[in-house]
């Protein structure tokens, strides 16, 4: 059964498909972004959004890089309302925190923050918010690579400590 007003089409065993008014496909409805302030999926498939997309982006090249470059060029200035936003501290909390800790990194102490990082990241629990430190990036994908799980981390001790294969 087709409803006009949506343009969905219903069979009755919950495979609901939708016409997308770009191609003229009939596609599921998971291929379809969700029109959140209608409560109901969008006129055009993912797939033709994304060509539509990236063709917009390709014939207005300078005005993306021109957005891109403000966008970015911003960012510092962002940097103290993300530290108070998100980790509840302050851009003099953070340089107290790097004196702490001599200047570098909490794990391995390097003094640069590494990778396109221009200060040190800061560590926190994902659970309850707390900060825990200022790591440099490796070490702060070290421990998100391991889920900040003490378990994974202590299984890398080992596996490093049975001296199977050398480094050096």
Request: positive net charge; aromatic residues 8%; charged residues 25%.
């Amino acid at each position: 059964m087709f409803f006009a007003s949506t343009g969905l089409y219903r069979s009755g065993y919950g495979d609901d498909v939708k016409t997308c008014t770009r191609c003229g496909e009939a596609k599921p409805l998971d291929q379809f972004r969700h029109q959140k302030d209608r409560n109901r999926p969008r006129a055009n498939c993912r797939a033709c959004d994304t060509a539509r997309h990236r063709g917009w982006r390709e014939t207005n090249r300078e005005r993306v890089r021109a957005y891109d470059n403000a966008r970015w060029r911003s960012t510092t200035d962002r940097w103290p309302q993300h530290l108070r936003s998100k980790y509840g501290i302050t851009p003099e909390d953070h340089a107290r925190m790097l004196a702490e800790q001599n200047g570098g990194c909490a794990i391995c102490g390097v003094t640069e923050p590494g990778g396109s990082a221009k200060r040190f990241p800061v560590d926190h629990c994902h659970a309850t918010g707390a900060v825990r430190g200022l790591l440099c990036s490796r070490c702060n994908r070290l421990l998100g690579a391991a889920c900040d799980k003490i378990e994974t981390l202590q299984a890398a001790i080992a596996y490093l400590s049975r001296g199977v294969m050398s480094c050096s």
